[in-house]
């Protein structure tokens, strides 16, 4: 049974730091390009970046390249998200997603099998 377990959410301040992390198992963790989406308060998912199965390929939403940092390591089968210089506008609900399929655009949330549950960030201003 394929799991996606998110953490290292948190409330922090504009300006902080914070490292996401995303735990996997039930499946070929390094068969599977990873991504991390999020989700604002009354708004649609959102690409922030993905990776490819052994690390060497990695896509940015283009207003995150600065500020975000996706990284994975197989032999822990975890995926992370560095973010930095947070900004209030960062709010959201991120989740990170496993991508088996080798076609399809790496920013198209259709196109991921599995989705974790979720971690909150909340930057206050």
């Known amino acids: 049974q394929v799991q996606l377990v998110e953490s290292g959410g948190g409330l922090v301040q504009a300006g902080g730091s914070l490292r996401l992390s995303c735990a996997a198992s039930g499946f070929t963790f390094n068969d599977y390009a990873m991504g991390w989406f999020r989700q604002a308060p009354g708004k649609e998912h959102e690409f922030v970046a993905a990776i490819g199965c052994d690390g060497g390929s990695t896509y940015y939403a283009g207003s995150m390249k600065s500020r975000f940092t996706i990284s994975r390591d197989n032999t822990k089968k975890t995926l992370y998200l560095q973010i930095n210089s947070l900004e209030p506008e960062d709010t959201a609900v991120y989740y990170c997603?496993?991508?088996?399929?080798?076609?399809?655009?790496?920013?198209?949330?259709?196109?991921?099998?599995?989705w974790g549950q979720g971690t909150q960030v909340t930057v206050s201003s």
């Open positions: 997603a496993a991508k088996g399929r080798p076609s399809g655009r790496v920013d198209d949330r259709e196109k991921y099998d599995d």
